[in-house]
Each structure stands twice: as C-alpha cells, then as structure tokens.
C-alpha cells in the first residue's frame, strides 16, 4: 500500500467530515426558519385575539345599550297610549308593561356596568399582551436575520471547502482515494480514517490485532480488520 499519503488523507478528512456538517446544518436551517415563522405567526395571533377580545365586549356593550334604548323608546310609547285608553284593564296593562320594561331596562343597565369592568380588563390584558408581543416578535425577528446571514455563512464555507478540496484530492494515491471515498460515502457516518488509541480502533472500538499494529508501525496506515477503515497511530 501507498502509505506516504498519510498526512494528505487525514488533511482531505478534515475538510470532507466539515463539509459533511455543514451540508447537513445547512439542511436543518430551513426548517428552523419555518419554525420561526410559525412563533411569530403564533405570537401575532395572540396580539389578534387579544384585540378582539376587547372588540367582543364593545359589541356587548353597544348591544346592551341599544336594548335599553329601545326599551326606553318602547316605554315612552306607553306612556303616551296610557293617557289615550279608556279601558281601565288596557290601562293597567300598559303600565304593567311599563314595570316590566323598566326591570328589563335595570337588569341591562347592571349587565352593562358589568360588561365595562370587563372591557376595561379586557384592554390592560391586550395592551400588555402587545406590548410583550411585540417584544417578542422582535427576538424572533432578529434570530431569523441571524439565521439569514449564518445560512449565507455556511454556503459561502461550502463553496470554500469545495474549490479547496481538488488540490488535496490530486496528493492522494488513486486506489486509497476510491477506498476512502467508498467508506466516506458509507451509511454508518463513521470516519474513513481512523486513528488506534490504546491498540482501539477508534471507528469500531475493537482492538486492533499485533499484526496489523506492526503494518501500520512499517506503512504509517493500515486497514482495520474489523470495520475496513483505514487506521493510523496518531503522533504522540
Ligand atoms: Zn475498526
């Protein structure tokens, strides 16, 4: 084996597992931005129910005020046709009419003293709610910048790594260079090159056997017998 690669291959290594890590971070950014807009959606809807939390009771309000008004036409009414009957019982139905409408009209008067306090509630919670909101929706909006600008950050390392790594590939011997991208391409993510620590291969954690400690100890670089990786004794 052409073992005076050793030093190009570990260097081709570095750069390809970076590579490996950015290309995957740099797959996980999208949806961490949709993420992010899903929280600002979210916080925006907050603020939106809030507010109509407070238009809800206004409508009550305008609503139960209308109804009194109405009550208080409808008894005005009365009052004047009570002056025009002859007929005591008509009479007195008008002016029990009257009681009732003016019951009606006490209880929307208690419900829209009620409804105020309420209204009033209603608008501390929506003015805190949007002014945490909006804060809020400031961290998310300056994380998403970040995330704009790291995203950019990671292509243009990409892009760096990828125009440096033909001169590296060129220093390695051909035949290493097809075993190492098999195993660099290999689904268990394991490095293709590994070095032996304590007589452990650090790709499988098995112990490496004399043999194969002595061709690397002669070659610099050996293959692991148990998972195929390329092994080396690291400089002490
Ligand atoms: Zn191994």
Do not use: W
């Not at 507010?51 to 036409?73: F, G, P, T, Y």
């Not at 300056?142 to 220093?171: A, C, G």
């Amino acid at each position: 084996m052409a073992v005076t690669c050793l030093d190009e291959l570990l260097k081709l290594q570095e750069l390809d597992l970076r590579l490996r890590d950015l290309e995957l971070r740099l797959k996980t950014i999208p949806q961490e931005m949709k993420n992010m807009i899903a929280k600002r959606d979210a916080v925006n809807a907050s603020t939106a129910s809030a507010a109509a939390a407070v238009r809800r009771i206004e409508l009550d309000i305008k609503a139960s005020e209308a109804e009194i008004s109405r009550l208080q036409n409808e008894n005005a009414k009365l009052l004047q046709q009570s002056s025009q009957v002859k007929k005591q019982t008509e009479y007195q139905a008008m002016l029990q009419a009257i009681d009732n409408n003016k019951k009606k009209i006490s209880d929307e008067e208690e419900k829209s003293i009620l409804l105020y306090d309420d209204l009033e509630a209603a608008k501390k919670s929506y003015f805190v709610t949007k002014k945490n909101n909006e804060d809020e929706i400031k961290i998310i909006k300056s994380e998403f910048d970040e995330m704009i600008d790291y995203s950019k950050k990671v292509e243009t390392e990409i892009s760096r790594l990828k125009k440096e790594r033909p001169e590296l590939v060129k220093k390695v011997n051909p035949d290493i260079l097809s075993t190492y991208t098999r195993l660099l391409n290999g689904k268990n993510g394991t490095p293709p090159v590994c070095a032996v620590e304590d007589g452990i291969c650090s790709g499988c954690h098995l112990r490496v056997t004399p043999q194969t400690i002595n061709d690397i100890v002669r070659e610099r670089m050996a293959v692991c017998d148990n998972c195929q990786c390329f092994i080396y004794l690291p400089a002490e």
